[in-house]
């Protein structure tokens, strides 16, 4: 596609419950970014891959939260036993290099935890 | 820590006015800069990066390495430029690694 495609656009869920939001890049970029935006904050870093590899996942809160890039094209963030605190927009943004110059975003998925 | 700061939430002007985003860093390294805008209903997209020294839709910034900011600038300001401005900092994380990390953002809403 001509951008960068993420589903779902909004997810409600219950406390508990699991979750798998979905990154589709554009064709040929190899670099893929997962942000996380909070109400009234800016974007805050995830994780980050290079191919099929995540190169640096320093920014996963904690053990709930996972993604995987198998192809080195569409990505998947999942997140375990989901808490309220988990709501968010959930932004990815991909990069025809790695190096984080130019980044093109999403729509972001909307993440409601009830 | 490496950090972005924005230190308004809302700044509002009159069309015509000229506007100054304000942005400062703290980063221990070669800093490199970006301003990423959102428009109502649209996704975040990049407006302009320092080390391109380019001018647009009438917005420049400068870095200034002595202040450690990296204001953003339009003589004139339009309704268009109504939005969210988000400062950005790259960060090198190893291996190969970076990424940007964000302010909080500063809404301008130029008054009409």
Redo the contacts between chains.
Sequence with gaps: GA?VSQTPSNKVTEKGKYVELRCDPISGHTAL?W?RQSL??????LI?F?GTGA??D??LPNDRFFAVRPEGSVSTLKIQRTERGDSAMY?C?SSFF???????????SRLTVL | AQRVTQPEKLLSVFKGAPVELKCNYSYSGSPELFWYVQYSRQRLQLLLRHISRESIKGFTADLNKGETSFHLKKPFAQEEDSAMYYCALKLYSGAGSYQLTFGKGTKLSVIP
């Design positions: 951008g970014y942000y009234g904050q800016g974007p805050e870093f980050y290079q190169a640096d320093s920014g932004l943004a790695s190096g984080a110059n130019v980044l093109t975003f999403g729509a972001g």
